[in-house]
Nanobody, 129 residues
Framework: QVQLAESGGGSVQAGGSLSLSCAAS????????MGWFRQAPGKEREGVAL????????YYADSVQGRYTISRGNAKNTFNLQMNSLKPEDTAMYFC??????????????????????WGQGTQVTVSS
């Protein structure tokens, strides 16, 4: 079992920046996919960004490409999401996710089904216009 603890988020005006962090613990594979999904009220959960822990590969949703950056934190099994140029449509609950399966390369890190991940509790991001 893997536990995920999120921090960060909050409220900001459009054009501003926020950052999220996630720390993974428990039975973690040597290499796996880690990242963030989000869910706005009345909408399905969608992938935002993923990173392959065994290398530098990253994967982004088109809607956040160029504005969001996912990276490793300083501590082992910690990851950050830097969100810049935020828009009101970025408002959502953001969830940290870690793949249940081991990843064997960056190409494994694409957005998969809900059951393919362990999940954090979520942290709210609100962007006002």
């Amino acid at each position: 079992q893997v536990q995920l603890a999120e921090s960060g988020g909050g409220s900001v005006q459009a054009g501003g920046s926020l950052s999220l962090s996630c720390a993974a613990s428990g039975r973690i594979y040597a290499t796996y996919c880690m990242g963030w999904f989000r869910q706005a009220p009345g909408k399905e959960r969608e992938g935002v960004a993923l990173i392959y822990t065994g290398g530098s590969s990253t994967y982004y949703a088109d809607s956040v490409q160029g504005r969001y950056t996912i990276s490793r934190g300083n501590a082992k099994n910690t990851f950050n999401l830097q969100m810049n140029s935020l828009k009101p449509e970025d408002t959502a609950m953001y969830f940290c996710a870690a793949s249940r399966s081991r990843a064997y390369g960056g190409s494994w890190c694409v957005f998969r089904n809900y059951d393919d991940y362990y999940w954090g509790q979520g942290t709210q991001v609100t962007v006002s216009s």
